[in-house]
């Protein structure tokens, strides 16, 4: 009698945990379609804004100079904005950021300056010894609630006056669920728009 009480309390508590594990699974996947969502929305929104400046671009003739344009002779002081999560347990999401930026920033010649966006990029930057410009943690999930205003308007100041030569980004593009590539883009000077492809920074990531 006591062995068929276990056994009915063993088979309760696998369908409780069933239960429980279903729910989370909902849960998961409601936030990943908003995820996806919210990446789409805002690849097409930037598209477009490349698209207007490319064409603003090509309307231009071609001697014209404006001071976010304007090609240093020589990259002697970098700007990096990495942008990292904000929580771990994620996989390769946020060591293929460093990795890209150990690569190709801590190892180039030019004094490299980070501005850190996320948790993981101002832990790793501390523990790494990195040059740190500004960081930025404790971030809110929506992206449009972020400090966004604050960290372009210091950049453009920055680069306009003569603090920094160039000014890059590393952040990972969205492709898919399962799919996502770290990639780098040069912010300034304004780099000739012709297409809204970027090259990635290091291999894809599944």
Not at 132 to 147: C, H, K, M
Request: net charge positive; aromatic share 4%; glycine share 6%.
């Amino acid at each position: 009698m006591a062995g068929l009480k276990a056994i009915r309390r063993r088979i309760t508590s696998v369908s409780n945990t069933r239960q429980i594990t279903r729910a989370m699974k909902l849960v998961s996947a409601a936030k990943l379609r908003r995820a996806q969502d919210s990446a789409t929305n805002g690849r097409a929104y930037s598209g477009e804004i490349r698209d207007i400046i490319a064409a603003l671009q090509g309307s231009l003739p071609a001697d014209y100079e404006h001071a976010l344009t304007r090609k240093a002779k020589e990259i002697r002081v970098r700007r990096s904005v990495v942008i990292s999560g904000e929580r771990g347990l994620c996989g390769p999401y946020n060591t293929n950021i460093v990795k890209a930026v150990t690569a190709g920033e801590v190892a180039d010649k030019a004094k490299s300056e980070i501005v850190a966006v996320g948790a993981r990029t101002v832990g790793v930057a501390h523990r790494l010894g990195w040059s740190l410009n500004a960081q930025y943690q404790r971030l809110p999930e929506s992206v449009s609630l972020w400090p966004i205003e604050e960290i372009a308007s210091g950049l453009i100041k920055d680069f306009v006056e003569g603090k920094c030569d160039e000014v890059v980004i590393y952040y990972t593009k969205f492709v898919s669920g399962l799919t996502q590539v770290v990639t780098r883009e040069v912010l300034l000077p304004v780099p000739a728009l012709v297409s809204n492809d970027s090259q990635p920074a290091t291999p894809k990531c599944d």
